[in-house]
């Protein structure tokens, strides 16, 4: 998922208070992608490396864990050098709220290419919102990294 494309539209409404700062996560803090493990079981031993996801699903996870630590490094290195940009835009107002995988398409540990149907919700300055997207993720120096996306209905 890109948070480029993905921020809201602006609506002419005055701005509400800002959202109240999240819960630092830990390594012992419920991973926030979603599965039952801890941040430092699950996708916070990707983010701290050299362990790399060993599937497209796994690291739809951690782009979107890396998402809510504002992990940029990481969020850099797991985008294929021909769409990632020079640097990631995070919004103060926004707050990712979970992640549900819908469907997976090849990217194992056999495949060259992958694809993943996410819903991630959140609120972005207290507005609740869901990311519907199709994303297509590939195998750059052997491991998986983050090509592009479809945004779904
Ligand atoms: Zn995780």
Redesign the pocket.
Known sequence: MSRRKARPARTSRPARAAAPAPAPVTAESP???G?A?A?GA??GRFHAGPATAPTAALLM??RY?AFVVRDEGYLLRTWAPETRPGEVDFDPGMRWAGLEIEETGDGTAFHQHGTVTFRARFSHDGEPGELHERSRFARHDGAWVYVDGDFLD
Do not use: F, G
């Open positions: 991973c926030p992608c599965l493990a941040y699950c996708c996870r951690s864990s």
